[in-house]
């Protein structure tokens, strides 16, 4: 990647509007808070503006500080009229043949767009920025003459679609295109995503960097636990395995509920449970009905959302955690599961065999079989479990430096500065 000299960052402003309340937004909102405090802390004199929604506003007054502070932009309310104009464009999508989607996504990703920016024409302008930083991907708020920095976490629609309702898989689309078209500069969280990015979007590989995630260990192994819940959920030090992960259909629980079934048939034994977190909602209850059609009501447990002092005492004490998704761009509780020394066990497709190395298990997500023989494995197998704890924790040495993470971020907005002042290149002749 070309280098320039140092521009002066006075303002940076971060659209964080599609942040949500809770778990919702997954393991790029853990990450995306990590990365902010460190910038903070790495520019103290470049101010970061954050532009908030009003449902999580509150929440994200953690990263307040002399540099950084939070606007509102965009309101929220079950029945906004954004959420009106969505629900028109979805229904009107989903009745359309594959060959009009296209178009009509385009038309509806710029109708929503309009309604985001509504009132904010002028925002980066009256805030003096000096860049947009988009941690979420879409340029919402892009202005022609102010450099914008997008992240690419994974390109999932692309390989399963059927994962998505229509008009999901055409607003994703439409995220990546303008992100691609609008950003100075782009940064993925893994190479897998970044050889994505680069195939689908036709990419010069010059203009989109590698930066993996990075957790602080330090944080991790000081951060406080809440042991309550444990008892709460009846729950026996090493007698559990836990999966931390939202109930998106990537995340593969049917075929990890089927393996565990299977696993307790094949030696597993009967004092182990199976502990699947996330944000509650149809998809989780679906599942513990599922669990219960298998006979694994009594061993399969669904605590819902926890709070990270619950979720990290849970994993710290678990026997093991087990993640047999089937799409990842990166895949940060692999790490935090490595950095607290718990053993893995992990699907050898996508990021993971990139992230995880020979630390963890790894198996075919769509094999029940192999899924069941690593659950036992992590279960009953201590030596193997010692070396995998001892091989976790060089790894994640690799990705435990979130100080680093930032630095790579400001070269890659200092590269964005330097290189919207020397070219076009982002832009189409027409801006």
């Avoid at 994974?154 to 609008?182: C, G, M, N, S, W």
């Avoid at 047999?324 to 599961?337: C, N």
Wanted: hydrophobic share 45%.
């Amino acid at each position: 990647m070309i280098s320039y000299p140092p521009k002066k960052l006075r303002t940076i402003v971060v659209d964080l509007t599609p942040v949500l309340p809770g778990g919702e937004n997954g393991g790029a909102k853990v990450f995306v808070l990590e990365l902010l405090r460190r910038l903070a802390e790495y520019a103290p004199l470049t101010q970061f503006v954050l532009l908030t929604q009003t449902n999580a506003h509150e929440e994200l007054a953690t990263l307040d500080s002399a540099n950084v502070r939070r606007l509102v932009v965009l309101g929220s309310g079950p029945r906004s009229l954004r959420t009106q104009r969505k629900e028109v464009f979805s229904g009107v999508l989903a009745r359309l043949p594959g060959r009009l989607r296209r178009g009509v996504a385009r038309l509806g990703y710029a109708w929503l767009t309009l309604s985001k920016r509504s009132g904010s024409r002028s925002l980066l302008r009256d805030l003096n920025a000096d860049l947009l930083f988009c941690p979420f991907t879409a340029p919402t708020y892009f202005k022609l003459n102010i450099p914008t920095v997008c992240v690419i976490y994974d390109l999932q629609y692309k390989t399963y679609p059927a994962f998505f309702l229509p008009e999901d898989v055409a607003h994703r689309d439409r995220t990546f295109i303008e992100a691609v078209r609008r950003s100075t500069a782009l940064a993925a969280i893994s190479d897998y995503s970044r050889d994505a990015a680069i195939a689908e979007g036709k990419l010069d590989p010059t203009r989109i960097k590698t930066i993996h995630l990075h957790i602080s260990r330090h944080s991790l192994r000081n951060a406080s636990r809440d042991e309550s819940i444990l008892g709460r959920l009846r729950l026996v030090k090493r007698k559990y395995l836990v999966y931390p992960a939202n109930f998106w259909k990537h995340k593969n629980h049917e075929m990890l509920l089927t393996a565990f079934g299977m696993a307790r048939r094949s030696g597993l034994a009967d004092d182990i449970r199976l502990v699947c977190t996330g944000s509650p909602g149809a998809r989780q209850q679906w599942l513990i009905e599922a669990a219960r059609g298998l006979g694994l009501e009594d061993y399969a447990l669904f605590p819902g959302y926890l709070a990270n002092a619950e979720l990290l005492a849970l994993v710290t004490n678990s026997t093991g955690v087990i993640f047999p998704s089937l799409y990842e761009g990166f895949g940060l509780p692999i790490v935090e599961a490595m950095a607290t020394g718990v053993p893995i066990a992990c699907s050898n497709v996508t990021s993971l065999p990139e992230v995880a190395g020979d630390a963890a298990i790894l198996f075919d997500p769509r094999i029940p079989e192999q899924i069941a023989h690593a659950i036992v494995s992590l279960a009953h197998d201590k030596k193997l479990a010692a070396r995998l704890v001892r091989a976790g924790d060089l790894r994640a040495s690799k990705f435990s430096d979130s100080k680093l993470m930032a630095e790579q971020y400001w070269e890659l907005f200092q590269y964005a500065a330097g290189v919207f002042k020397h070219s076009n290149v982002g832009l189409h002749n027409d801006g």
